[in-house]
């Protein structure tokens, strides 16, 4: 009788992660019907509730067990979200090792996919003589960033952001190095050595699951597999939100979008997560103004650390920090909505033209497999570098300019915001992004590039399963 092929996915306590690699497994099971796969989350405090909310649909093959949350009064408190996270998952593993051994003994298991925050797992795997593959959420770029990493380090002694060349990344776009990664910013601090440190780990995987597709990173999938030296890198991407609901806003923006023209309104929205401080939504507010267009803008309450929201949101009421008489002058031509709202149906309505974003993966991703132009506004983790790829190597989106004190000014914003919605015809940005559009439907088709990653990975894995 064939053997189960049974994979434990892993992820970390950060929803846009756990909806990814929630979705590359229903992705995976689409490819291959017969599989088992179990995800396994740890958790700070407790489960995610967005998360909770994705895990009622899943298909019967998916399992899923939550490990014992980390006390997050456990973790340092003056240090970054990211870097908590990453604690978190540290002081996760005995509890991980524990759910695999139970797993294992129930039905034998033939693969362990970690995120790539979460490849201290990928140790756990050697130790029960799984295959092991590397899960990554964000682009290409980033992966062969973090391979390139160890050598970087030794090749640049300065600050990178000090560095005088531009900074290249194999098969990417030069980049300068203040748009590395902000934890790249500081080479003594924790969160650098935490990243080195998962860097080199990468060298324990035995492959690299990439949520990327090649019309978008040809040149870096190239680079990827020299620099991988012998095992597989699969772009199983684009891998996006299948209608997250967000219950209460849901029917609020659908049904105001639903009276909006075609492509006239700028989506703004800086993920799970991300904030910006009081100025600078004072002057994004008054930017949305005077550009005279249509706009539909989640709003978080300000706060000085930029992805200050990402593990629990502040009680503050968001809409007490918009400028005076905002909401009433802008009522009719703009929705504010607060916290939360319904990405995915948003960028697929007829009515979103352009979309401001923080240059989430995720975001970035759902943008161009609905077509929409982007102004691009990273905010932190690999954001940068996204931006990088989208304004200047796919040339899908416009870029704000920050002063000094890094606030981009209402002028500065209304400009590109009108040059997005209605200087397209000019600079060409919506007809790049339909053919990245019909790329990305074709990457996803039966005969497509993510449909054959997939499919090559799971028999990778029956091979394996099969010589058990
Ligand atoms: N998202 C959403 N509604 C919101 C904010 C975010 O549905 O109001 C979803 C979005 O569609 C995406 C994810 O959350 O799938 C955010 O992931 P991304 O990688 O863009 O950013 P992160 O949250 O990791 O900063």
Redesign the pocket.
Known sequence: MAKTTHVAAISIP????Q??IIEFCKRLLHVHRHFQITCIFPAIDAPLP?TLSLLHSLPPNIHHTFLPPVNKHHLPQDVPPAVQIQLALSQSIPCLRHALESLHSTMPLTALVADHFANEALQIAKEFNLLSFVYF??SAMTLSLFLHLPTLHHQVSSEYRDHQEPIQIPGCVPIHGRDLPEHFQDRSSLAYELILERSKRLSLADGFLVNSFPEIEENTLRALKEQATGVPVYLVGPI??NG?S?EA?ESECVKWLDKQRLNSVLYV??????TLCEEQVNELALGLELSGQKFLW?LRAPSDSA?AA?LGAANDDPLRFLPNGFLERTKGHGLV?T??????RI?GHASTGGFL????????L?SIVMGVPMVTWP???E?RINAVLLTEGLKVALRPKFNENGIAERGEIANVIKGLMIGEEENGIRQRIEVLKDAATGALKEDGSSTRALSEFGSRLENFAGHL
């Open positions: 950060a929803f846009s992660h909806a990814s967005a959420p964000p996006v939100q997250l967000s806003n929205s800086f993920g799970s997560g991300g989640v992805n990402y909505v916290s939360w709202a319904p990405q995915t960028l974003t923080h240059c989430g993966w995720n975001s970035a759902e905010l932190f983790a954001q």
